[in-house]
């Protein structure tokens, strides 16, 4: 495996400034070329179309005829043309030039560079208009030159994204192709030009060029790159993979127009060009910024989940264009002796999809979810309302049992804290509201956490007293701690200095290590269960409503509750949830020593499914990225917490507090 997405070398000094020199002259000339091209399609579009070349004089009839069908004149397309292909163009010439200004001392980063912005004007000496040569003859040795260069620069492709040939033997498929370009573009009348040998030689020789480099892509994906990589690939292939479909569409309707399956006329071949072109062209525009993307490594990981949403709306679309379509043809042909029958068709389909969409959005969505990532997890699905505004209580009376002088301190999610005076001193007394004790789910979260603490003697660990029920609603008597919770303590500070998050984080993981000898795994460790004293020097382990007992024989769930936070939530956990160990609060106590240390999370979407499968796939960050200050070897730790394999993770919670200490 590699170890780098680029190429180790730089280029320096006198070098470095004849490589930009070069690459700005050639960038200028490539400039000069477009706006020429502009200029010729422009200017092809205002002339008659009786007095243009044979070649030319039926497309720009029949061109003509199609739009004046719409009450267009042919003039439009000396607009619309030029325009689509600045949309086109424009952005790759962007893309390169930052890149450029980015890695023009990578001589990949250089080259690649200078692939985009060259590439992305190849079609400006097509038909229509022959672009810049029909108005300036004179341009034509420079545009075959840059043609050529261009041309040659898509070898670059076989050596993306770290600069080397993979396989290695693909080198000599690269200098083939650069020969019979030259000859193409130097010498175009001869016998040696592939472009002139019969179909479908031409056609033929740029498909195999294309699957070789999808090989390449593919070999390197399986057996060379590394993690970064493989995102730079994702990227890469996901964008040109859409663009492909869209071109391939184009490719299927056309054959079909042509062989008169459909009836194409001259308004529908308007109509065609009008609305297909754009979509193309938005197309382009993705692989471009994709491009830029991967080569600038900028945002790679986010190409998982929208690889995730591509597949879901793809599916999306393509069934409920079936099911409107279907509906629309079955409607319409009960109503077809009613006048006013197509518009009754049009409605009862646009209500059917309208009924269909969100639950068959939800569906398929839960099917790629599970199919292709393992994600167990229904985070679509809304959880109980359990807002504190809704669904809890507030105790008017100042007595509960024999608990008097009761003090509300705290509103949860699922339950009211109060503080009462008991002797031999005050409690903390976690009441579930009468609404929530009627419901059996949270019942047996709220008598699990009493049953799991009460089995746990340890000084990090919240301490229960009592636990019961008492007029319909249930409780437990717990330990009063008159500090705040350590996620408070974190908004308050923005991050813990290192002497002061130590000792927190040495005790935690005592709590931890001794709760799983005990047989228990939290599932949900979070700066909010974590208590402190009021010196903020004792830091105490709390909710263990989701815990796992080893040891026991039924499983809990609770229907549309996720056990564990998102945030903090270890890939096995996602995947399944019901037979994690200790190595899954091992991974959840590194992201809050990261939170903790740096103030910051170390995967930040707001996109649950986006937050989920980072988790899944997302290498941990490096915390000195954050903090250069902070030890590298503190920063290791915590990524070794977090690693994606349990089993690459500490076999203890202590073992990583020793770690960092």
């Known amino acids: 495996m590699t170890s780098s997405t680029t190429s180790s070398y730089r280029i320096k000094g006198h070098w470095l400034l004849l490589a930009r020199g070069v690459w700005i002259i050639l ?42 069908q719409l009450g267009l004149p042919k003039e439009f397309y000396a607009i619309y043309n030029p325009l689509g292909m600045m949309v086109e163009t424009i952005p790759w010439i962007l ?28 079609n400006l000496d097509q038909v229509p208009g022959n672009g810049a040569k029909y108005i300036y003859p004179v341009l034509l040795p420079l545009i075959s030159g840059m043609n050529f260069i261009g041309l040659l620069l898509l070898i670059l492709w076989y050596r993306f994204p770290d600069g080397h ?50 090989y390449s892509l593919v070999y390197r994906y399986h057996h060379i790159s590394d993690p970064v990589q493989i995102q730079q690939i994702k990227w890469v292939v996901l964008s040109a993979s859409i ?35 754009p979509v193309f062209w938005l197309s382009i525009l ?102 504190t505004s809704g669904n809890t209580e507030v105790l008017r009376q100042t007595r509960f049992g024999v608990y008097e002088d009761l003090e509300l301190i705290g509103r949860g999610g699922m339950a009211d804290v109060y503080k009462s005076i008991h002797p031999p001193g005050p409690v903390a007394i976690k009441i579930l509201p009468e609404r929530l004790s009627a419901e059996n789910e949270f019942r047996q979260r709220f008598a699990r956490e009493a049953l799991v603490v009460s089995k746990l003697k340890h000084p ?36 813990l200095p290192l002497a002061q998050a130590l000792p927190l984080i040495q005790q935690i993981a005592s709590a931890l290590d001794y709760a799983h000898m005990q047989g228990f795994v939290h ?32 499983v809990m769930t609770v229907t549309g509750y996720v056990l564990g936070t998102f945030d903090y939530i270890a890939p096995e956990q996602i995947q399944e949830s ?67 394999k349990p089993d690459e993770r500490f076999a203890t919670a202590t073992e990583f507090a020793i770690e960092i200490a």
Not at 171 to 195: C, E
Not at 478 to 486: A, P, R, S, T
Request: charged residues 15%; contains cysteine; aromatic residues 12%.
């Open 165 to 214: 040939f993979v396989p290695y033997w693909l080198r000599w498929v690269a200098v083939g192709w650069a020969i019979i370009n030259a000859i193409s573009q130097f010498f175009p009348d001869s016998a040696l030009n592939y472009g002139n040998w019969p179909s479908p030689w031409p056609s033929g020789i740029a498909i195999l060029f294309v699957i070789s480099l999808i």
């Open 286 to 387: 993705f692989v471009a910024v994709s491009m830029g993307f991967s080569i600038l490594r900028y945002r790679l990981w986010d190409i998982d989940f929208i690889i995730n949403r591509s597949l879901v709306y793809g599916a999306l679309t393509a069934l409920l264009a079936v099911l409107f379509g279907g509906s629309l043809f079955m409607v319409s042909q009960l109503f077809q002796n009613f006048s006013g029958g197509p518009i009754v068709a049009v409605a009862v389909s646009a209500t059917v999809f309208g009924l269909i969409f969100q639950p068959t959005h939800r569906q398929i969505q839960r099917f790629v979810d599970q199919r292709f990532y393992h994600i167990e997890i229904d985070y679509q699905k809304a959880p109980p309302d359990i807002s």
């Open 460 to 495: 990090n660990i919240v301490r229960i007293f009592d636990s019961g029920e008492q007029d319909g609603r249930h409780y437990m008597v717990m330990e009063y701690l008159v500090g705040k919770d350590l996620d408070r303590l974190i908004k308050n500070n923005g991050k």
């Open 27 to 68: 960038a200028i000339i490539t400039v000069v070329i477009f706006i020429a091209g502009l200029k010729g399609i422009n200017t092809f579009w205002h002339q008659p179309c009786n007095i243009l070349t044979q070649e030319y004089k039926a497309y720009c009839i029949a061109s003509e005829q199609a739009i004046n």
């Open 95 to 122: 893309v390169g030039v930052l890149i450029f200004w980015k890695k023009s001392d990578e001589p990949f980063g250089l080259l690649f560079s200078l692939m985009l912005v060259v590439a992305g004007t190849f």
């Open 578 to 644: 019901a037979h994690v160990d200790g190595k899954a609060d091992i991974y959840a106590l590194g992201v809050m020593v990261y939170q903790m240390l740096t103030g910051e999370m170390p995967f930040k979407h707001s996109n649950p499914g986006a937050l989920l499968i980072a988790h899944l796939n997302q290498p941990p960050p490096n915390a000195c990225d954050i903090l250069p200050d902070l030890p590298h070897h503190i920063a290791a730790a915590i990524q070794r917490a977090m690693a994606k």
């Open 523 to 554: 599932r949900d460790i979070k700066p909010s269960n974590v208590l402190l004293d009021s010196n903020g020097t004792r830091a105490v382990l709390t909710d263990f409503g989701i815990a796992k007992i080893n040891d026991a024989h039924t």
């Open 243 to 277: 663009a492909a479909t869209i071109f391939s569409i184009q490719i299927l309707l056309e054959l079909l127009f042509n062989s008169g399956v459909i009836t194409w006329d001259y308004d529908s071949s308007a109509i065609w060009n009008l609305t297909y072109n």
